[in-house]
């Protein structure tokens, strides 16, 4: 069971949990943008600033209240701020860490479908996502081009259409729960209403970082939906984890929603067995299966986070000792061109 009610943890949260209910879209809108102020917020000191400030230029800040709430003032180390926080090192040009790492614009048949696996295909639903995530390996996608209109969906469908041995669809982005229910319902919709189409998964991080999101008008058009409903959430230390996500995952549950998680493996936020194991025993405790880890994507502003395979396979090593079978998440790698994720161990 993590520890997470430092007292200074505490005082953000006290003032968050006490103020009226916000609906998910004011908490949305109310995120932090700004990076002086996310510093002056968690209380760093001024030196984390001028990196704060270089690193936003590059990718902006966006931290909402509910998820900030989980990190602990003036701790330059805490594994949430690590994954949110701007800093100078995103300014470095490295050798092999570039803007489209896995090769996305390849395998784009139309606007905002990428179809790199036979049986399933990804639609961009949204270019906006709850949180910006420093290591991000769309942090340069071009969200504004591939975004589908209500007339690139009709064209989606029509690729569908003829492509019958794609069984499953993927809600991605972005984070697809950014995009407003009417729109989601709708798409869900005219998606499932194809006889062909079995699954839909939606990846998303919005339930860990507003739990909020997950109310009675998502819930209104997910439920009746009249195929597996898979939700992969994205969670990285057992931290983010708190009464609020559980909450949230149990409301999924109870509306037939499988919920998975992958996490990505990064330095200073995850990299040790006794985080990997904290953070599958909390997976637990919200009654979520580890699903993925993945190492790194290598894109550019991100290589600060990056651990070798080797370095990688020795922690899942460690980890495999430490925890049941079903809690072990898959350790892969996703190359370009190949037909799925590449297992590392
Ligand atoms: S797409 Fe996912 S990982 Fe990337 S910034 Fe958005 S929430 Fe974070």
Redesign the pocket.
């Known amino acids: 069971m993590i520890t997470r009610s430092t007292p200074q943890v505490q005082a953000i949260a006290t003032d968050i949990h006490t103020a009226p209910h916000r609906d998910w879209k004011s908490q949305l809108a109310g995120a932090v943008r700004d990076p002086l102020e996310l510093c002056r917020l968690l209380g760093l000191s001024d030196e984390w600033q001028a990196g704060a400030l270089a690193g936003d230029a590059l990718f902006k800040v966006r931290v909402p209240h509910a998820y900030l709430s989980r990190i602990e003032r003036g701790n330059p180390d805490d594994p949430l701020l690590r994954q949110v926080l701007p800093i100078q090192r995103e300014t470095d040009s490295v050798a092999g860490f570039v803007s489209d790492p896995l090769e996305e614009a390849d395998h784009q048949p139309l606007p905002g479908l990428i179809h790199k696996y036979g049986n399933r295909v990804l639609l961009i639903t949204s270019g906006a996502?709850?949180?910006?995530?420093r290591?991000?390996?769309?942090?340069h996608y071009p969200y504004a081009d591939n975004t589908p209109s209500q007339h690139a969906l009709d064209d989606i469908l029509h690729y569908l259409n003829e492509r019958p041995h794609i069984n499953e669809v993927i809600l991605?982005?972005?984070?697809p729960l950014a995009s407003s229910d009417k729109r989601l319902e709708q798409m869900a919709e005219r998606l499932t209403a194809l006889d062909s189409i079995t699954r839909l998964r939606i990846?998303?991080?919005?339930p860990v970082?507003i739990p909020d999101r997950i109310d009675e008008h998502l819930l209104g058009w997910l439920a009746p939906l009249n195929v597996h409903k898979v939700m992969v959430l994205?969670i990285n230390h057992a931290q983010e984890i708190d009464d609020h996500v559980i909450a949230a995952c149990q409301r999924l549950r109870e509306a037939g929603v499988m919920l998975l998680n992958q996490s990505?493996l990064l330095r200073g936020v995850n990299d040790s067995v006794a985080a990997l194991a904290r953070l599958s025993e909390r997976l637990m405790d919200a009654q979520v299966l580890p699903y993925y880890l993945h190492v790194l994507d290598p894109v550019a502003g991100a290589a600060h986070f990056d651990i070798s395979d080797r370095e990688a396979v020795a922690l899942v090593e460690q980890l495999r000792k430490q925890l049941s079978g079903f809690l072990m998440p898959r350790l892969v790698r996703e190359i370009p061109g190949e037909v799925s994720k590449t297992p590392l161990y």
């Open positions: 996502c709850a949180i910006n995530c290591y991000c390996f769309r942090r991605s982005g972005g984070d990846h998303t991080r919005l970082v994205h990505v």
